[in-house]
């Protein structure tokens, strides 16, 4: 047997809001009066029903403005919800071109020597200075004697290597390190002036006469440091000793610039 808490929660899970029992319940709460009273009958109400209009029959028409009443326009004001016209696509801006990467500074070991009336500027293939019994060494002073110099040449100054700083921000590339080679013979030049520079190695050629491999023997002019003979490097005439021959050949046709020096 149910009691009235629970008789009250069940029909609350079946969502009954009213309900009155078929006989009298035990333990159950009082009935309300007024759930007990006849329900009242629902009137029946008449509604009007209108014919549909004749399809020949005009429509109604719009009331007109009075004369003399000018039309609204409609002016779109600040925070109104009218959408503005919709702008026209801008084209998409270009990407930027990508930089250049950056050339990496060149390396090499330049010495400059003077012999009589000449400047030799010598590349160093191992880095080092001159040694008295280095093999490239004496097979420069045998040239020299060839051409009619003297075989003892003084060294001038520190060797020139490049790149001057292993760190920093200062441009150390192929255009700077030609700068500065330059500019270090001509001063030397202003110091003594001479007759043949001679320049030997492929460094010295690219970096004092802007020149190549295929100038080998040649002689070039160049501003600022006068003639040039553009010579293979030591090492590479000790590697290839053919290249001698083609050395005397040029030597024999310049020897006049440096011999009639007194």
């Known amino acids: 047997m149910l009691t009235e808490p629970r008789r009250r929660a069940y029909l609350s899970a079946m969502q009954v809001v009213h309900w009155l029992p078929r006989a009298e319940l035990p333990f159950a709460a009082p009935s309300r009066p007024e759930l ?19 399809a020949n029959q ?24 009218a959408k503005p016209a919709a702008k026209p696509a801008e084209a998409e801006p270009e990407a930027p071109a990508p930089r250049p990467a950056p050339v990496p500074p060149p390396r090499f070991s330049l010495q400059l020597l003077r012999a009589g009336s000449c400047l030799l500027l010598v590349e160093l293939a191992t880095g080092q200075p001159f040694q008295s019994r280095d093999p490239s060494y004496l097979l420069l002073k045998d040239m020299l004697r060839a051409a009619g110099l003297p075989d003892a040449p003084q060294i001038i100054g520190e060797p020139v290597r490049w790149p001057l700083l292993v760190r920093g921000n200062m441009d150390q590339g192929p255009d700077a390190a030609r700068d500065f080679v330059q500019g ?51 090492e590479l005439l000790m590697d290839e000793p053919q290249r001698k021959a083609d050395v005397w050949k040029a030597m024999r046709q310049l020897m006049a610039r440096w011999k009639s020096v007194e």
């Open 184 to 234: 270090f013979i001509q001063a030397r030049l202003e110091e003594a002036p001479c007759n043949c520079l001679w320049l030997i190695g492929l460094p010295a050629l690219r970096f004092a006469g802007n020149a190549d491999a295929h100038t080998y023997y040649q002689v070039l002019k160049l501003d600022g440091l006068g003639d040039a003979w553009a010579l293979p490097g030591l």
């Open 36 to 54: 007990l009273l006849p329900v009242a009958p629902v009137e029946d109400i008449d509604f009007e029903v209108r014919p549909a209009p004749a």
């Open 58 to 81: 005009p429509a109604p028409a719009a009331p007109q403005a009075r004369s003399g009443e000018r039309p609204k326009i409609e002016i779109p004001r600040p925070g109104s919800t």
